[in-house]
Nanobody, 115 residues
Framework: QVQLVESGGGLVQDGGSLRLSCAAS????????MGWYRQAPGRQRELVAA???????NYADSVKGRFTISRDNSKNTVYLQMNSLKPEDTAVYYC?????????WGQGTQVTVSS
């Protein structure tokens, strides 16, 4: 079965950095687009960044220039490097992919940015 396991969240000060990882299993990882979403309390889940199997990327306007999504197909892992973090980046971050028309989510990892 498909499994997505996130790690790397935590508490960081305003302006700090974190790197999130998402290890995938049960899919042909190298051909799958992968995405990072986030959900803050009281808000809808939103797309943060996505990367295609070919390595093309797109970002939410709010994180452009600060976050970088990348993938290592040899490790079936997608990363989200987050720099210059702001308190408004505080949220639960989720890894996502679609396989056989089914959308899969990881369990989420909490990112908290203190001011």
């Amino acid at each position: 079965q498909v499994q997505l396991v996130e790690s790397g969240g935590g508490l960081v000060q305003d302006g700090g950095s974190l790197r999130l990882s998402c290890a995938a299993s049960g899919i042909i990882f190298s051909i799958r687009a992968m995405g990072w979403y986030r959900q803050a309390p009281g808000r809808q889940r939103e797309l943060v960044a996505a990367i295609t199997g070919g390595g093309s990327t797109n970002y939410a306007d709010s994180v452009k220039g600060r976050f970088t999504i990348s993938r290592d197909n040899s490790k079936n892992t997608v990363y989200l490097q987050m720099n210059s973090l702001k308190p408004e980046d505080t949220a639960v971050y989720y890894c996502n992919t679609v396989s056989a028309e089914i959308r899969y989510w990881g369990q989420g990892t909490q990112v908290t940015v203190s001011s």
